[in-house]
């Protein structure tokens, strides 16, 4: 009876949820919901945005309000029974979506609203939550037969739980590895920070010695540290054979996963009378055909490739001369690389981490966005959350209004799911009772505390969390009051990452890195010494990993555009065929990385992550108004919040980005700060 699910209005009290609150909570709602929809058509004989569509968003966004939280636990403090009350709400979720889509009555009160008088007075973000409606019913298959509707319905059903497997499976194989060392020496290379680390592991598993995890800043410091060869190559095959038929438990391969996936995705696409799922996945992208994309990726290949060649015979020039490895092995790169940065540019990682305690990064991030936007933010104590590293926050409009509310979770530890991403918790909505305010979660896996001294960042660890503050402001500063379209809803995903990666850029600056980069000892700013060093090494390898990332585009595409029931999916062939024709470092065979790519099979960017390159050409070039016109030009800062970031998706990305450059994008700022040609 006393369910916090069901209390929420504003706040989750996270505490006080627990795995059998779920399954009843997400079962009265949807019952709510289905006979709230039934007497909403029945009484709206003249439908229009008031008796249909604000009372259908309220009831959508009381669902996203509850089931966010429990989606949100899942994977940050997951737990078997949690994970089954999850799984087991998913089906009916999945049901209940596809209902609504395929609601004919639904789709013609929609119809009617878009063909009414009223249509004109609606405002832009109205009529675009409308129009997506109107396209989401297609591709939900509203016009399908009854047959054929029910068999969209299994589909979109499997594919959601077999969704949720391949992360079980991805998160179970990483927690499932640890390697004890007795011996200090056998660590040798490892620095302090990273065997202090370790021994930390140690003593919270009451073990002895050091234990080295597959949780990302574990498995980081050994693949770049590490002197002794066969602990890299131990780690390294533990890491990218995780979840497959190479690993160590078969329960875990997602091997049939991602086969029955993309057979899934591929019929369904077919069933909405697309060829094939590309075209399906850009039916709701700013890129038009599976062709455009694949012609802009074979041209940034064509870029990148003869530069990635030659930083790649460097390492191995390197290897041989300096370090007498005649042959170079995966496991061997991250190494090399990080010996040639100490060489040629005398810096190391560790070298910065003393200047990145997490206190004073926040603090220098929220300065920054204070500085370009004139938001303040306040750390607010005493609230309720599920772990008592996470912290949470306000953001205060300019006249000291409140406008949004986030918590951070910003270290790696067990039962928690690798990566770094940020999700909503509320979204803004105009109610008649005022504005409900959006609620953000950002969510890292960085290195955790070790014995009294604060977190010290690395400096990709900073670049990460300034990329997830970027996706938090785009969904709390906006200003669109209709939940679908309002901050990164209905933004089309091939342009979310814009927001997101510009944020990355001030990582880079002088004058940004003066507001947070202090030693945590001395307290003194970043020495100019050490700065240019760091300079020096940005564009370092840059080619290597453009191409890395091209890999990873092409083969998402390829998978999707080319699959056919006869052959099946083609998975390692596939790859094989990519690798040949842009890495510039072959793996081994018993690599693979394809049973890991959660952005792909546990997450949204199948047959989209290009998108990241996509955007990418999106920001660098959004960026460069910045270089021209000053960092903290306080017209660009305030032209980039009303344009691009506040209004959401409640207008076309494109219209958006040419509100703010005044003409369409460029690729030349980009490939400028990878320092590569045009
Ligand atoms: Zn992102």
């Not at 795995?19 to 949807?30: Q, Y």
């Not at 997506?132 to 594919?159: C, M, P, W």
């Not at 940004?512 to 945590?520: G, I, P």
């Not at 290597?544 to 699959?563: A, C, G, K, N, P």
């Amino acid at each position: 009876m006393n369910n916090p699910l069901l209390a929420i209005s504003t706040l989750p009290a996270f505490s006080k949820i627990k795995a059998e609150h779920v399954e009843p909570a997400i079962d009265k709602i949807i019952t709510d919901n289905r006979t709230g929809l039934e007497s909403l058509l029945k009484n709206s004989t003249q439908p229009d945005w008031d008796n249909l569509i604000q009372p259908l968003e309220e009831m959508e966004d009381r669902l996203n309000k509850i089931w966010s939280p429990v989606r949100h636990m899942n994977s940050v403090v997951n737990s078997e029974e949690l994970r089954e009350a999850y799984n087991l709400c998913l089906p009916k979720l999945s049901e209940y979506g596809t209902e609504m889509g395929q609601n004919k009555q639904l789709y013609k009160a929609y119809k009617a609203i878009a063909e009414s008088n009223q249509y004109s007075m609606l405002d832009s973000a109205q009529k675009r939550t409308i129009q997506n409606a109107l396209r989401d019913f297609h591709l939900s298959g509203v016009d399908l037969t009854d047959e054929k509707k029910q068999r969209y319905k299994e589909i979109a059903q499997r594919l959601t739980e077999l969704s949720a497997k391949f992360e079980e499976n991805v998160l179970d194989a990483t927690q499932a590895w640890e390697k004890q060392c007795l011996k200090k020496t056998d660590l040798e290379g490892l620095p302090n920070s990273a065997l202090e680390m370790a021994s930390q592991t140690a003593e919270q598993r009451e073990k002895e010695g050091w234990i080295l995890t597959l949780e990302f800043p574990s498995y980081n410091a050994v693949i770049t540290y590490a002197d002794d060869r066969s602990l890299r190559e131990e780690i390294y095959k533990a890491y990218t054979t995780r979840a497959s038929d190479q690993g160590d438990n078969p329960d875990w391969d997602n091997s049939s996963i991602i086969e029955e996936m993309l057979a899934l995705r591929h019929e369904v696409a077919q069933l909405l009378g697309f060829n094939n799922y590309v075209e399906r996945s850009l039916a709701t992208k700013m890129a038009e055909t599976p062709l455009q994309v694949m012609e802009f990726l074979i041209d940034l290949a064509g870029k990148s490739r003869p530069q990635a060649l030659e930083e790649m015979q460097e390492v191995s020039r390197f290897a041989k001369g300096v370090l007498g490895l005649d042959e170079v092995y995966a496991w061997d790169i991250p190494y090399i690389s990080e010996k040639m940065k100490g060489t040629y540019f005398d810096l190391s990682q560790e070298d910065l981490k003393p200047y990145f305690p997490v206190n004073k990064v926040v603090a220098g991030l929220f300065k920054l966005v204070q500085r370009l936007y004139g938001i303040t933010i306040k750390e607010k104590e005493g609230v309720d959350t599920w772990h008592p590293d996470v912290r949470f926050y306000e953001i205060f409009e300019p006249n000291g209004e409140l406008k949004a509310q986030f918590y951070f979770d910003l270290y790696a530890r067990p039962k928690k799911r690798g990566g770094a991403w940020m999700d909503e918790c509320i979204a803004r909505m105009q109610t008649g009772e005022g504005v409900q305010i959006p609620v953000a979660y950002m969510t890292c896996n960085s290195t955790p505390p070790v014995g009294d001294n604060p977190a010290l960042f690395t400096h990709n660890e900073v670049i990460t969390l300034f990329h997830e503050f970027g996706h938090g402001l785009h969904h709390m500063l906006t200003r669109i009051g209709r939940p679908s379209v309002s901050g990164i809803s209905g933004v089309e995903w091939d342009a979310v990452e814009l927001p997101s990666q510009f944020m990355e850029n001030w990582c880079w600056e002088r004058e940004a890195l003066d507001m947070f980069a202090e030693h945590h000892e001395t307290h003194k700013k970043l020495p100019e010494s050490l700065y240019q060093k760091l300079m020096g090494s940005k564009n370092f390898q840059t080619a290597m990993q453009m191409v890395r990332q091209l890999e990873f585009s092409l083969f998402d595409l390829r998978i999707h555009h080319e699959y056919q029931a006869k052959d099946g999916a083609r998975i390692q062939e596939i790859l094989n065929e990519v690798r040949n024709e842009v890495a510039v470092i072959i793996p081994p065979d018993f690599n693979r990385f394809q049973h890991g790519f959660s952005h792909i099979f546990g997450g949204g960017y199948a047959a989209g992550y290009y998108s990241y390159k996509w955007a990418e050409v999106l920001s660098a070039d959004a960026y460069a108004r910045f270089e021209e016109e000053g960092l903290f030009n306080r017209q660009v800062g305030e032209d980039f919040l009303h344009t691009i970031i506040e209004v959401g998706g409640s207008r076309d990305a494109m219209d958006s980005f040419k509100a703010f450059r005044g003409r369409e994008p460029k690729i030349d700022a980009l490939l400028r700060h990878c320092g590569m040609a045009a």
